[in-house]
């Protein structure tokens, strides 16, 4: 009896294994097998010939840069014939690379299932020695393969050509030197006060290209001409509110100014000012008690503050400004030969003329008055359109203006007791009533 169940258990035992081993093979495709043509070749040159023989499996991948560098490339492999199948691959890489195929399958349980074959080895180099492209910053020259020199201008804008880092692209795994020393991009600095030759050495060293490089630096701006002005008020009665600037370059004089006041009512108004400004180079800056102005918070209670202003070229071109927190000037615009009269409406520094739909904008005539603040006399008006470009034209009571477009009306006043002159702006704009 235990003779017969002993029996009955191998026999139990043999099947389960059999099973086990059939639902395996269901379930892992046998591994695949890959071989190339050649074990070595160029980078962009060589056609490599891989032969990959056909399994039960999904899919079938080759990964000719291996797993680790699958991010290069990888090849669905899906013709075969006679259970094999012809893979060509060309690489844009170079080193030596792992090879190996992947076969997929899908399991019983809705899951994957990879194999992985046997590695071969494949060393991939380069005969190419190329300087692609070649610059610093954002000024970058793109060289073509038959070029053997580089001409590079920089703006002048604290470039200093003695130890000056240059960006450069060269053919890949590539050495670069310099009289024998190994350069870096964007890290060795080179005295280009002369033309450099630049040497380039292929990945394989069988080719080397030399480049004459010369850079050329232009000449600083000389420009530091202000172009606006404003400050933003900081008191806590005030803050946010923000304040134009008139801008004399001739004279070095700037006033900031706010609307009609009395010198009691402007007293403190001043006290904080944060200031914004913009010049004409985009180079040049501005700097008060040798630091930049631009954000700082000055008090203009003690007239006048004392600007500096640089141009690129800081260390020779600059000048002094003064600059003046004062009163505005009040403007009042009436219109002529309207029936009805247009509708006038002043906000700060901003006038609105509310004219019946139709009215010929482009030939409007107006009347102007001006309330002046204390120990100020009128010395003129002047328009200017809104187009970029666009000149300063005297005006006078009468004048045809053409409001087409927004018009910048100009009241400038000399103050007697700092004998200087500013102008205050005032925005107008003409709108069609229905």
């Known amino acids: 009896m235990i003779r017969k169940f002993t029996t009955y258990l191998l026999v139990c035992t043999v099947l389960f294994v059999l099973t086990r081993c059939n639902e395996d093979e269901a379930e892992s495709p046998p591994k695949s097998s890959v071989t190339v043509d050649s074990p070595e070749g160029m980078a962009f040159e060589t056609v490599f010939t891989f032969e990959i023989d056909q399994v039960n499996a999904d899919n079938i991948t080759l990964y000719p840069y291996g797993r680790a560098k699958a991010s290069w490339g990888t090849v669905p492999v899906t013709a075969f014939e006679d259970g094999v199948a012809m893979v060509e691959f060309t690489y844009t890489h170079v080193g030596v690379f792992d090879v190996v195929v992947v076969t997929n399958n899908h399991t019983d349980d809705g899951n994957f299932k990879n194999t992985v074959s046997e590695s071969i080895s494949v060393d991939v180099t380069s005969d190419r020695a190329n300087l692609e492209s070649f610059g610093f910053g954002s000024v970058i020259e793109e060289l073509d393969e038959d070029a053997t020199s580089v001409e590079v201008t920089v703006p002048y804008n604290g470039f200093v050509a003695t130890k000056a880092k240059a960006t450069y692209v060269t053919s890949e795994f590539a050495t670069v030197t310099v009289n024998g020393v190994e350069q870096t991009s964007e890290t060795t600095e080179v ?244």
């Open 191 to 434: 005295d280009f006060t002369n033309p450099v030759v630049y040497r380039i050495t292929s990945h394989d060293g069988s080719t080397t290209k030399e480049y004459e490089v010369t850079v050329n630096v232009t000449a600083p701006e000389q420009n530091y001409d202000i172009k606006t002005f404003t400050g933003t008020l900081q008191s806590e009665d005030r803050e946010g509110r923000t304040v134009l600037g008139s801008v004399d370059n001739d004279n070095k004089i700037i006033v900031l100014y706010d609307t009609l006041g009395t010198p009691e009512e402007y007293e403190n108004y001043f006290e904080e000012v944060e200031i914004g400004y913009e010049q004409f180079s985009e180079f040049a800056f501005i700097n008060y008690q040798d630091k930049r102005l631009a954000g700082q918070k000055l008090n203009f209670s003690t007239e006048p503050t004392e600007i500096t202003a640089y141009s690129q070229d800081s260390l020779n071109v600059f000048s002094e400004y003064r600059v003046y927190a004062l009163s505005g000037v009040e403007l009042h615009l009436t219109s002529l030969d309207l029936v009805p009269q247009a509708i006038v409406t002043r906000e700060d520094f901003n006038i609105t003329i509310g004219v019946l739909e139709g009215t010929n904008l482009g030939a409007l005539r107006l009347e102007a008055d001006v309330v002046l603040p204390p120990n100020t006399t009128l010395v003129g008006m002047s328009t200017r359109q809104s187009d970029e470009g666009a000149v300063n034209v005297p005006f006078d009571d009468g004048d045809a203006i053409d409001f087409t477009d927004d018009v910048a009306f100009n009241v400038t006043v000399h103050n007697s007791v700092l004998d200087i002159d500013y102008t205050v702006t005032y925005t107008v704009t003409v709108e069609e009533l229905k």
